[in-house]
Nanobody
Framework: QVQMAESGGGSVQAGGSLRLACTAS?????MAWFRRAPGKEREAVAS??????????YYADSVKGRFTISQDNDKNTVYLEMNDLKPGDTAEYYC??????????????????????WGQGTQVIVAS
């Protein structure tokens, strides 16, 4: 069974920064971060295609310019650098991974069904 180990969540003041990390127990294809805020549906935040060196990335409009997703393929790890955090970013953040070799059209990057592996989640709380 593939394990997705997340770390880096916590509490921060508005305007602060946090860095999340997710390490997969096996090689994966595209990886992503999703989040679920209290009382809301889970939504895609960012995604990166780990299958290629340059790692094509996608971001939700709400985090563009503030969040950066990156990869370390040697470690099967992706990171989410979150800057200028806002109270609206408060959520449980989940790492997701796609089985290596599986691909879908690019717009599927934000679709939960396109990811086969999921982490347990890490809490991010942003105080105003």
């Amino acid at each position: 069974q593939v394990q997705m180990a997340e770390s880096g969540g916590g509490s921060v003041q508005a305007g602060g920064s946090l860095r999340l990390a997710c390490t997969a127990s096996t090689r994966t294809g595209r990886m992503a971060w999703f989040r679920r805020a209290p009382g809301k549906e889970r939504e895609a935040v960012a995604s990166i295609n780990k299958s290629i060196r340059t790692g094509i990335t996608y971001y939700a409009d709400s985090v563009k310019g503030r969040f950066t997703i990156s990869q370390d393929n040697d470690k099967n790890t992706v990171y989410l650098e979150m800057n200028d955090l806002k109270p609206g970013d408060t959520a449980e953040y989940y790492c997701a991974g796609r089985r290596y070799g599986v691909s879908y059209e690019e717009r599927a990057w934000k679709e939960e069904w396109s990811y086969q592996y999921w982490g347990q989640g890490t809490q991010v709380i942003v105080a105003s």
